[in-house]
């Protein structure tokens, strides 16, 4: 993750442009929240949702209702986002290697 941050192979509105998707479904996550539960309920039911995603969103193989988590997950569909925006341009034997490790991760190129 260092690399894609320090030297980042994407152009930068794409970078930009995921961000501000995460942003705005983190935004509206926390906006559900606050309205059915009180303030202190809300902000612990945010972290907690918040670490849960992101820990779902790299698991490989999820089935059942962790599998269904993971379909759902603004994490996962982020972090799919920024790999697919630096694939693209990828040329290669690095675009091989990444290809065959999306394929792995079962991403939709």
């Given at each position: 993750m260092y690399y894609s941050v320090s030297q980042p192979r994407a152009?930068?509105?794409?970078?930009y442009l995921i961000t501000c998707a995460?942003?705005?479904?983190c935004a509206g996550m926390?906006?559900?929240l606050s309205q059915l539960m009180s303030p202190t309920a809300a902000q612990l039911t945010a972290a907690v949702a918040a670490?849960?995603?992101?820990?779902?969103a790299s698991k490989f193989n999820a089935s059942g209702a962790m599998g269904l988590l993971k379909q759902?997950?603004?994490?996962?569909w982020g972090l799919e986002g920024y790999v697919i925006a630096e694939a693209n341009n990828l040329?290669?034997?690095?675009?091989?290697?990444r290809c065959?490790?999306?394929?792995?991760?079962?991403y939709n190129i």
């Open positions: 152009v930068i509105w794409q970078l995460i942003y705005y479904a926390a906006y559900v670490l849960l995603n992101a820990l779902v759902v997950s603004y994490a996962r040329t290669g034997v690095w675009l091989l290697a065959a490790d999306l394929k792995q991760m079962q």
